[in-house]
Nanobody, 124 residues
Framework: QVQLVESGGGLVQAGGSLRLSCATS????????MAWFRRAPGKERELVAA????????YYADSVKGRFTISRDNAKNTMNLQMNSLKPEETAVYYC?????????????????WGQGTLVTVSS
């Protein structure tokens, strides 16, 4: 099973940018579809973006289209989320997740692997 570790969270002013990274262990990274989820205070977890095995297919929540970019490097076993024009309401813990099934990723249910999360705070 792949293990996931997020990094790159922090405090940023509204309109600023952050780049989150998800490092993975194991030799099977390319077998997994990957995604970023977030959970804001008092809200349910939501899917932010997802990327297929080799990056040929991506998904973005409507709220982040045009501002966030998901990418992966299978040679380095990493996935990234570039977040631009951040808004205060996007303050949340961001989690990376992995699953071998695309439908499972987009449904956001009981996925095979989750990271521990990284906090993103956007100040107004």
């Amino acid at each position: 099973q792949v293990q996931l570790v997020e990094s790159g969270g922090g405090l940023v002013q509204a309109g600023g940018s952050l780049r989150l990274s998800c490092a993975t262990s194991g030799r099977t990274f390319a077998l997994y579809h990957m995604a970023w989820f977030r959970r804001a205070p008092g809200k349910e977890r939501e899917l932010v973006a997802a990327i297929s095995w080799y990056g040929t297919t991506t998904y973005y929540a409507d709220s982040v289209k045009g501002r966030f970019t998901i990418s992966r490097d299978n040679a380095k076993n990493t996935m990234n989320l570039q977040m631009n024009s951040l808004k205060p309401e996007e303050t949340a813990v961001y989690y990376c997740a992995a699953d071998k099934t695309w439908n499972a990723i987009t449904r956001g249910g009981d996925l095979e692997a989750w990271g521990q999360g990284t906090l993103v705070t956007v100040s107004s």
